[in-house]
Every structure is written in structure tokens, then in C-alpha cells.
């Protein structure tokens, strides 16, 4: 009798909890997704003169809340709210925002009633914000980082559409696991490879060769690929605790350049430097012994190439085994600074920062 009685238990148990999956699948089906937008600033909250004005407008005028109104449609695909996280033009864009960004990002994402997140962004440096967060946030829930080339004031401003199919892709299941993405144009691009690539045309941002993710079309977002390398809840890097981040620069590098750039930013206190090299990284001979002897002073020296694509390949253009050098794979020299300063919160081991370079 008991083991009759142990299999009607087991049965009813077997029977809740099918019950309970198709009760949260028809759930997740029929509820829309609970989407929140952080608003930082840019063009996209921008205002121009008049409505022709496309260059020469002010950029982070316009309140989260007005863009949401501005855009009614959001309702109908999700569950929206909205924060003022910072009212800035991008170019301005610092550590310490990252670092704030970061944090609430990371709290928002940890609540099982936060679906996706959407940050709306200056263009200038989206590519650079899209790559630390998809390095510092711990959720495989979306995150999409969302500009517009457009003042809201300009005829066929392009902030509504990029706004909406933000939302929708932040909605959107399909997103889960992808890393942070930046969604502009119709066109869904990961924050690793994407880049700004015109100074104001509205389909500017790309993924120079290796190409982007997927589009959005007739109010859904279409995946045709993924990023093979780490993001997110698969990296080791917590900015839980952080205040501030190391200080990393840049150094660019052009026909005739000497060290003064180099010598400058490693007296201002560099503790990591990107070489923007010429070429496939190529180290100028007036440059190499300032580099060699930064390195020396234990700054970080990393060999990128201002070109744009392509792999900075190890020991080609330099003796990186000798040099102590390490160098960026396919990451150009701002998203190279990120890694690096990232990196130098865990390490100062070139063998380990070079590791990192080939899996981030
Ligand atoms: N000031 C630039 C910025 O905030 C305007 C460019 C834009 O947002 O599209 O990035």
C-alpha cells in the first residue's frame, strides 16, 4: 500500500510542477517584458533651431520622460520605465560614469521583475560604454546601448525608430546571452566589434569585416550569428568594489611622431599605455625606446593599430617576447584601453593581460 501511496505522491508532484511550467511558459507568452531605459545624454536627447538643424544642435537636453512620450509605440511592446542616470554630451564620458552605470545596471539586472535594459547614449563613445559594460555586467539578460545620429527636433529624427527597436530587442528573448549590443540603423551590432564609422550619417555604426549580429525587422529582432568571444557573466572582472579605475591611455602614431606623447602620458601617471600603431601595429624607431622604457617603469604597453581591422599579430611588427609587450588581436586602441584598465584591476602579469586579449 505505502508504495502505491509513494507513486500517487510522486505523481502529484510530477503533475505541479508540469502544471507550474506551462502556467510561466503561458505567462512569459502572454505578459509583456518589464523594460528599464537609462537615459545618459547625446544627440539622441539632443535639440537643434530648427528642424533641419542635423550639426550644430545641442546634444542631452530632453528628460528620459520625454522620450519615452515622444514614442508611445514603446507601450504596446513593454512594460517601460525610465531613470536619468546622467544629462551628458558623450564626448564627455568618464570612468567614473562607467563605474556608475555599471552599478546600476548590474542592481536593475538582479531583480527577477527586470527583463532587459536599454541606455540611451551619445554616439561618440557608445562603442566604448557597450564594451566595458560587456565586460563588467553580470547578467545574461539584454542590455542594448542606443543612440541616434539625429537631434529629436530634426525632420526624420532617427531616435524614436533606434529607441523602439531598442526596447523591442531588450524585450526579446532571442537577445538573452548575446552580450551587450548596440542597436541603431535596424541593425543589431556587438559591442565588441562595433565602431563608429562616420562622423554624421545615420547608419555610421558597423562591425568593420567581422560583421554585425542581425537586424530588426517587422518589430522583431532577427540573429543570424553571435560573438565567439567572452562577455559578461563569463568574464572575471567585478567592478563591484571599484572607485575608480587605472589610469590608460592612448598614444597615436603617425609619419614622423616622436616620444613626446609617450613620455607625457607615462609622467602623467599612465599605468597602462596603447600604442594606436601605424600598419599592423608597427613601432616608428623614434618612438620604440620611450615605449621600452615606460615598460620598464612597469606601465602596460599594448600594441594596437589606428587601421581599424584586422589582427595586431604577436611578434610581427615588434619583438613582443622581448619588448615584454602585449598585443590587442582585433580590438582597436579605445576598446584596447578598456581591456587593459580592466585587466590591471586583476593583474600586472603581461603573460596573464595577453591571455585576456585573446579571450575578451
Ligand atoms: N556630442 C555627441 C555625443 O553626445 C553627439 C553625437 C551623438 O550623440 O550622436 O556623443
Given amino acids: 500500500m505505502s508504495y502505491l501511496k509513494s507513486a500517487r505522491a510522486l505523481l502529484a508532484l510530477f503533475g505541479l510542477v508540469a502544471a507550474m511550467a506551462a502556467a510561466q511558459a503561458q505567462t512569459a507568452a502572454g505578459k509583456?517584458?518589464?523594460?528599464?531605459?537609462?537615459?545618459?545624454?547625446?544627440?539622441?536627447?539632443?535639440?537643434?533651431?530648427?528642424?533641419?538643424?542635423?550639426?550644430?544642435?545641442?546634444?542631452?537636453?530632453?528628460?528620459?520622460?520625454?522620450?519615452?512620450?515622444?514614442?508611445?509605440?514603446?507601450?504596446?511592446?513593454?512594460?517601460?520605465?525610465?531613470?536619468?542616470?546622467?544629462?551628458?554630451?558623450?564626448?564627455?564620458m568618464g570612468n567614473d560614469n562607467w563605474l556608475v552605470l555599471a552599478r546600476r545596471v548590474n542592481a536593475l539586472l538582479a531583480r527577477p521583475d527586470v527583463d532587459g535594459i536599454v541606455i540611451t547614449h551619445g554616439t561618440d563613445t557608445i562603442e566604448e560604454t557597450a564594451y566595458f559594460l560587456n565586460l563588467v555586467v553580470k547578467s545574461r539578460k539584454p542590455v542594448v546601448v542606443v543612440g541616434a545620429m539625429r537631434p529629436s527636433t530634426a525632420i526624420s529624427a532617427d531616435g524614436p525608430i533606434n529607441l523602439y527597436n531598442a526596447v523591442l530587442t531588450a524585450g526579446s528573448q532571442d537577445a538573452v546571452g548575446k552580450g551587450v549590443l548596440v542597436v541603431m540603423n535596424d541593425q543589431i551590432n556587438a559591442a565588441r566589434e562595433v565602431t563608429k564609422t562616420n562622423t554624421t550619417t545615420t547608419d555610421?555604426?558597423?562591425?568593420?569585416?567581422?560583421?554585425?549580429?542581425?537586424?530588426?525587422?517587422?518589430?522583431?529582432?532577427?540573429?543570424?550569428?553571435?560573438?565567439?568571444?567572452?562577455h559578461t557573466v563569463d568574464t572575471e572582472f567585478d567592478v563591484s568594489k571599484l572607485d575608480t579605475l587605472p589610469q590608460v591611455d592612448i598614444a597615436y602614431a603617425y609619419a614622423n611622431v616622436g616620444p613626446a606623447a609617450v613620455n607625457a602620458l607615462v609622467a602623467a601617471g599612465a599605468r597602462g599605455l596603447v600604442h594606436a600603431g601605424v600598419g599592423d601595429?608597427?613601432?616608428?624607431?623614434?618612438?620604440?625606446?620611450?615605449?621600452?622604457?615606460?615598460?620598464?617603469?612597469?606601465?602596460?604597453?599594448?600594441?594596437?593599430?589606428?587601421?581599424?581591422?584586422?589582427?595586431v599579430a604577436r611578434n610581427g611588427e615588434a619583438n613582443d617576447d622581448q619588448l615584454d609587450f602585449v598585443v590587442a588581436d582585433t580590438l582597436n586602441p579605445q576598446k584596447a584601453r578598456i581591456?587593459?584598465?580592466?585587466?590591471?584591476?586583476?593583474?600586472?602579469?603581461?603573460?596573464?593581460?595577453?591571455?585576456?586579449?585573446y579571450t575578451y
Avoid at 616608428?284 to 581599424?308: N, T
Wanted: glycine share 10%; no cysteine; net charge positive.
Fill in 32 to 92: 509583456l517584458p518589464n523594460v528599464t531605459i537609462l537615459a545618459t545624454g547625446g544627440t539622441i536627447a539632443g535639440s537643434g533651431a530648427t528642424t533641419t538643424t542635423t550639426v550644430g544642435y545641442t546634444a542631452a537636453t530632453v528628460g528620459v520622460d520625454a522620450l519615452i512620450k515622444a514614442v508611445p509605440e514603446l507601450q504596446k511592446v513593454a512594460h517601460v520605465s525610465g531613470e536619468q542616470v546622467f544629462q551628458i554630451a558623450s564626448e564627455n
Fill in 281 to 311: 601595429g608597427s613601432l616608428p624607431a623614434k618612438v620604440r625606446p620611450a615605449l621600452s622604457s615606460a615598460r620598464e617603469k612597469g606601465v602596460v604597453i599594448v600594441r594596437a593599430s589606428r587601421v581599424g581591422q584586422g589582427i
Fill in 204 to 230: 555610421t555604426f558597423k562591425s568593420p569585416e567581422l560583421g554585425m549580429l542581425g537586424y530588426i525587422v517587422d518589430n522583431k529582432p532577427h540573429f543570424y550569428r553571435a560573438s565567439t568571444r567572452k
Fill in 339 to 357: 581591456l587593459l584598465m580592466l585587466a590591471l584591476t586583476r593583474t600586472g602579469s603581461t603573460k596573464e593581460i595577453q591571455r585576456m586579449f
